[in-house]
Nanobody, 119 residues
Framework: QVQLVESGGGLVQAGGSLRLSCVAS????????MGWYRQAPGKQRELVAS???????NYADSVKGRFTISRDNAKNTIDLQMNSLKPEDTAVYYC?????????????WGQGTQVTVSS
């Protein structure tokens, strides 16, 4: 089992920055894929950014060049630095980790943190 707790959401003006953090605990050595997702009202949950244990990253086109995903092994956190925020970035942001070495893959979600960007 893996437990995830997100923090860092809030209200920010367009053009501002926020840093989200996801603290992982439990069987974290089994994790090989980490990511941040978001869900805006009336929309499906979508991938924002992902990071593999090997260091490969993937970003949604809408956030490329503005968001950066990273991992702090000492603190067991997965962070999302969000710069140049836009009103369309408003959503609940979720941390997700996976163990894709197992079949079926195991995945764990955090409870979500609200990000609101005002124009």
């Amino acid at each position: 089992q893996v437990q995830l707790v997100e923090s860092g959401g809030g209200l920010v003006q367009a053009g501002g920055s926020l840093r989200l953090s996801c603290v992982a605990s439990g069987s974290i050595n089994s994790i090989n894929v980490m990511g941040w997702y978001r869900q805006a009202p009336g929309k499906q949950r979508e991938l924002v950014a992902s990071l593999t244990r090997g260091g490969s990253t993937n970003y949604a086109d809408s956030v490329k060049g503005r968001f950066t995903i990273s991992r702090d092994n000492a603190k067991n956190t997965i962070d999302l630095q969000m710069n140049s925020l836009k009103p369309e970035d408003t959503a609940v942001y979720y941390c997700k980790v996976q163990n894709t070495w197992r079949f079926p893959p195991q995945e764990y979600w955090g409870q979500g943190t609200q990000v609101t960007v005002s124009s």
